[in-house]
């Protein structure tokens, strides 16, 4: 119904930014509602920011004033951009279709101190 893809990932040092973006192709309905999660070295997956599709955000208390959500809906298209970077950030990163539950493949989030 929905492939999500993401990239943007990668290896900075902290305090330094990157953004991801999660393309999803398919049905539209599966695209309005995008989830970001993100999976550290041998811990559970974690929830890190939402956008809807009339553009209400949310986002885990651990990465608040330091990521922002956006959406281009021309492009189907949602990013995530990360500001401020923390070792602790260090993950996989995975966007979800929130109504559809479908998964993207992740992309490698590294932080170095």
């Known amino acids: 119904q929905v492939q999500l893809v993401e990239s943007g990932g990668g290896s900075v040092q902290a305090g330094g930014s990157l953004r991801l973006s999660c393309a999803a192709f398919?049905?539209?309905?599966?695209?309005?509602?995008i989830s970001w999660y993100r999976q550290p070295p041998g811990k559970e997956r974690e929830f890190v920011s939402s956008i809807n599709s009339g553009g209400y955000t949310s986002y885990a208390d651990s990465v608040k004033g330091r990521f922002t959500i956006s959406q281009d809906n021309a492009k189907n298209t949602v990013y995530l951009q990360m500001n401020s970077l923390k070792p602790e950030d260090t993950a996989m990163y995975y966007c979800?279709?929130?109504?559809?539950?479908?998964w993207g493949q992740g992309t490698q989030v590294t932080v170095s101190s």
């Open positions: 979800k279709s929130v109504i559809c539950g479908h």
């Open positions: 398919g049905y539209a309905r599966c695209t309005y509602d």
